[in-house]
């Protein structure tokens, strides 16, 4: 892959360099789980993968993309607000050339921080393979515009990371009796992979992140998947948000704790938990019929299985908190994001993104 760009080098290394030099430009770099996966486990043989309809019902091509949603997800949506180009997933053949100064998404359904997590969807992206992906990007733009353009452009881009649910539901919770919990109790899991998660958040600073933006889980006993299995009355599963509730607020500590240990604000927290236990609790205040029932699914609450062709159907998404057992809409995740653009402390710690762009724009 390399000596075929670099054959192509001489025509847009021109082009390439004042993209690199322009104020205007800046990468955007993602990793994590199905949350913000944009088509990686496509190219994958995996069964976590969302490219049969109606996936993609509401996106531009109204086409399955990989997403996990009916329309864009939380990457997409903070590219837009941002005015930047959409990341490509870094497995596209289409990702090449001048694309890859816009950055790459890395993220790959079905993982979480341990590398045992997931396992049953086969094929994935597990975390430290996409840190090495990173680094092969790395490599590949710098056979194009040279270290020190790459450095310069890895520096300044903005990261995003969304991991850990998948180690509750996908792993812990997974089954009765699961080989982590016989292992663990909840409290010194949780612990755990918070150590194991800090390595990953200081690796990907040891590889250039400088604004990296890291959010917790949401409120995953509310979840339809969770209420279809668990529930009774529609009420959220007291197990798992207890999980929530330990696993958060040691993150955003650990996160306090790096930011420290390096003397800058590197890291910024996003509450996700309570992002989405606001239109959880009332969905009718954001203008959701309900926070408990799929718009696509099956079973109790549309939250049985992935959604397929066969599914039942909301007509109006946008009613909707939940596109299918797991995932925000559209609508619900535009909510997310304008809480991480403008949210105050509560939401973001220690401050939100449109403050970070602001402040790096006096740079």
């Given at each position: 892959?390399?000596?075929?760009?670099?054959?192509?080098?001489?025509?847009?290394?021109?082009?390439?360099?004042?993209?690199?030099?322009?104020?205007?430009?800046?990468?955007?770099?993602?990793?994590?789980?199905?949350?913000?996966?944009?088509?990686?486990?496509?190219?994958?043989?995996?069964?976590?993968?969302?490219?049969?309809?109606p996936?993609?019902?509401?996106?531009?091509?109204?086409?399955?993309?990989?997403?996990?949603?009916?329309?864009?997800?939380?990457?997409?949506?903070?590219?837009?607000?941002?005015?930047?180009?959409?990341?490509?997933?870094?497995?596209?053949?289409?990702?090449?050339?001048?694309?890859?100064?816009?950055?790459?998404?890395?993220?790959?359904a079905?993982?979480?921080?341990?590398n045992?997590?997931?396992?049953?969807?086969?094929?994935?992206?597990?975390?430290?393979?996409?840190?090495?992906?990173?680094?092969?990007?790395?490599q590949r733009?710098?056979?194009?515009?040279?270290?020190?353009?790459?450095?310069?452009?890895?520096?300044?881009?903005?990261?995003?990371?969304?991991?850990?649910g998948?180690?509750?539901?996908?792993?812990?919770?997974?089954?009765?009796?699961?080989?982590?919990?016989?292992?663990?109790?909840?409290?010194?899991?949780?612990?755990?992979?918070?150590?194991?998660?800090r390595?990953?958040?200081?690796?990907?600073?040891?590889?250039?992140?400088?604004?990296?933006?890291?959010?917790?889980?949401?409120?995953?006993?509310?979840?339809?998947?969770?209420?279809?299995?668990?529930?009774?009355?529609?009420?959220?599963?007291?197990?798992?948000?207890?999980?929530?509730?330990?696993?958060?607020?040691?993150?955003?500590?650990?996160?306090?704790?790096?930011?420290?240990?390096?003397?800058?604000?590197?890291?910024?927290?996003?509450?996700?938990?309570?992002?989405?236990?606001?239109?959880v609790?009332?969905?009718q205040?954001?203008?959701?019929?309900?926070?408990?029932?799929?718009?696509?699914?099956?079973?109790?609450?549309?939250?049985?299985?992935?959604c397929?062709?066969?599914?039942?159907?909301?007509?109006?998404?946008?009613?909707?908190?939940?596109?299918?057992?797991?995932?925000?809409?559209?609508?619900?995740?535009?909510?997310?994001?304008?809480?991480?653009?403008?949210?105050?402390?509560?939401?973001?710690?220690?401050?939100?993104?449109?403050?970070?762009?602001?402040?790096?724009?006096?740079?």
């Amino acid at each position: 892959m390399a000596s075929s760009l670099l054959f192509g080098c001489c025509v847009i290394v021109t082009s390439l360099f004042m993209a690199v030099d322009s104020t205007q430009t800046r990468a955007f770099f993602v990793f994590g789980d199905s949350l913000v996966d944009n088509g990686n486990n496509d190219f994958l043989a995996t069964t976590a993968r969302a490219d049969a309809p109606p996936y993609g019902i509401d996106f531009p091509t109204h086409k399955p993309t990989g997403r996990f949603s009916n329309g864009l997800n939380i990457p997409d949506l903070i590219s837009e607000q941002l005015g930047l180009e959409p990341t490509m997933p870094y497995l596209s053949p289409l990702l090449m050339g001048e694309k890859l100064l816009v950055g790459a998404n890395f993220a790959s359904a079905g993982i979480g921080i341990l590398n045992d997590t997931g396992f049953q969807f086969l094929n994935i992206i597990h975390m430290y393979k996409q840190l090495k992906l990173f680094q092969h990007y790395q490599q590949r733009l710098s056979a194009q515009i040279g270290p020190e353009g790459t450095k310069k452009l890895v520096n300044k881009a903005l990261v995003l990371i969304t991991l850990g649910g998948n180690d509750f539901v996908n792993n812990y919770y997974l089954v009765p009796y699961s080989a982590r919990s016989r292992q663990y109790s909840l409290p010194d899991y949780v612990t755990y992979i918070i150590s194991e998660y800090r390595k990953i958040l200081r690796r990907i600073y040891d590889l250039g992140g400088r604004r990296i933006l890291v959010t917790g889980t949401g409120s995953m006993g509310c979840v339809p998947a969770e209420l279809a299995l668990r529930s009774r009355n529609g009420e959220c599963d007291v197990e798992l948000q207890r999980a929530a509730a330990l696993y958060n607020p040691q993150l955003v500590e650990m996160i306090k704790g790096l930011n420290k240990e390096i003397g800058a604000d590197v890291f910024v927290a996003a509450n996700a938990y309570q992002m989405h236990m606001d239109f959880v609790s009332n969905p009718q205040a954001y203008g959701f019929v309900t926070s408990k029932i799929a718009c696509c699914g099956q079973g109790p609450y549309n939250g049985i299985g992935l959604c397929t062709p066969l599914s039942n159907l909301c007509h109006n998404r946008d009613l909707y908190a939940f596109w299918d057992a797991f995932h925000p809409s559209e609508k619900a995740s535009r909510i997310i994001v304008q809480q991480i653009l403008t949210g105050s402390t509560h939401y973001m710690h220690p401050m939100n993104l449109s403050t970070i762009m602001a402040l790096d724009s006096n740079v």
